[in-house]
């Protein structure tokens, strides 16, 4: 498929479930029928979801100390700060 | 860090009234047992706590606890005491009323098991009794909480150090009423409700029932229920509490009617200024360990330190 400002060449990318054609040229971006209302959609359940505080540790960050395998085992530091005033 | 244990013989007097009491029942309300499900007097006893001045001895089914010195154990504690035995299927407090043993305060508990760390938190169940607890009318003999004041003392003890800057600098964000520099500093008016006053995941046993309760009953009173939700709240925060756990817990505590979150879609209106000051508390003791113990902070501990620093750059609290 190709670019219908530029013919440039249109990639297609999946972003969580809603397809996408991106021009390579121009980066101009090709939207399907009802694609527009997933994406609205998609953003409106982001919007939802409660808002930590400004504070809050990235996710990415997450030092939380599962076990493997399933296991929660809370050890040294942790266990303190679960199990102690 | 100040881990201050009990005197030897303090030990042996316990045990000595634990086994006393499991002999006469005298302590035990309302049940009398006999045959098989006595309580077995001759069992070793087990030391479960002994920190801070506080020892707790396992003594067959019976726990007797001879209580922190220096705090008040008066009046109000005998609220709390009859506030908890009021409250049964949620809160497992003394069996009567303390006695005085070699100048402590001393109280008789049935035993519950604790909390085991290396299996799965019980979340939900945590989530549903504090719940429980929040959604009690206000018993008319509850003793006021008062205000939240370990996160300054424990700030007030941190010495020089580059963590020791960041977790001050994170307290300065804090409203004055919680730093405690006037006590009668105006405070936000919230709705008060019972509320445990020093809820973490040592305050919980499963007692012979099968069914978990809430135990230590010193800080019991009217308060904000958004302070007994600030450690996990904290700690999720601060990315040391895995997200699926905090979830299973604040789920479970606003399905059970927990007032604390009056706005499911937002808890941290509430929520943010007592998971601040716990962040702070719990960095201040964990830097304070540290140092105690001539070590390097390690992941987590380092994670609180981290939170106090972007506590600093979110700037005050609103």
Known sequence: MHCPKCHGLMRTYNRSGVHIEQCDSCRGIFLDYGELEALSQMESRYRAAPPAPGWGAPAV???????????????????HMLFST | METETAPPDLFARLVEIGRDSSRTGSSRTGSSRTGADAPDASAEPETLYDRHGVLVVRVGDLVVKAHQPGREYGDPFLARIKVAASLPDLLLGPLGPP??????TVTLSLYGEPVDPQKELPWEEAGRLLAGVHATPIPAEAPSWGRPTRV?????????????DEIRRAFATLPAWIRGEDAGMARPERPEHLIHGDWHLGQMVRARDGHWRLIDIEDLGRGDPAWDLARPAALYLS???????????????????GPAVPDAADPWTTLDIPARSLAIQIAATCVISARGDERALDGPEQAMVDACGRISAAGDAA
């Open chain 2, 152 to 164: 300054a003392t424990q700030v007030a003890r941190l010495g020089d150090g580059t963590a020791e």
């Open chain 2, 99 to 104: 006695s005085t043993v070699d100048g402590r």
């Open chain 2, 239 to 257: 990315g040391v509490l895995h997200p699926d756990e905090w979830t299973l817990f604040l789920d479970a505590y606003a399905a059970a009617g």
């Open chain 1, 61 to 79: 960050q997450h030092h939380h100390h599962h076990g493997h395998h399933g296991h929660h085992g809370h050890h040294g530091s942790v266990f």
